[in-house]
């Protein structure tokens, strides 16, 4: 059995996501919905809502898991036996992380290979951050988020408040 990872912090998953993690299960046996719970950035919703909002995203999915981990992600694919790093790519600059960010997982973890999946054209301009501030701002996400995500985005950004800076101003990878 070949298991995947895929990796992301998913704050919010958004339909870019589902689409790389929906493909890569055509490719392996399972695939696993990794959430980092604490990257360097500014979160909106705690590692459990993230990871509840993913298990929601993927219910009728069952070669698709959903689990948080914490850490080096080639030392989750050990805990785990996952044998693949699976990311998305969506813009050229992408591809420059995700290459460095292959190299060093490789340098770490050799029997560990990367795959990268390129993203399907409606979802190149989908990230996070995007989402992120758009409901921040009272847009709608509607078509950029499963109904799960998009309520609890909403609700989020109401409980949160005017004056809450939690999207970045600058845009940052996820």
Known sequence: MVRALFPGTFDPIHFGHIDIANRASRLFDEVVVAVYDKPLKSLVFSPEARIELARQSFDDRPKIKVMGYSGLTVEFCKEIDAQVIVRGLRVFSDFEYEFRMALANHRLAPDI??????????????????????????????????????????????????????????????
């Open 113 to 174: 290979e990367s795959i990268s999946l390129i993203t399907a054209e409606e979802h190149t301009f989908l990230s996070s951050s995007t989402v992120r501030e758009i409901a921040s701002l009272g847009g709608d996400v509607s078509s950029m988020v499963p109904p799960n995500v998009n309520g609890a985005l909403t609700a989020r950004f109401l409980e949160l408040g005017e004056g809450q800076q939690l999207v970045p101003v600058t845009s940052m990878r996820d």
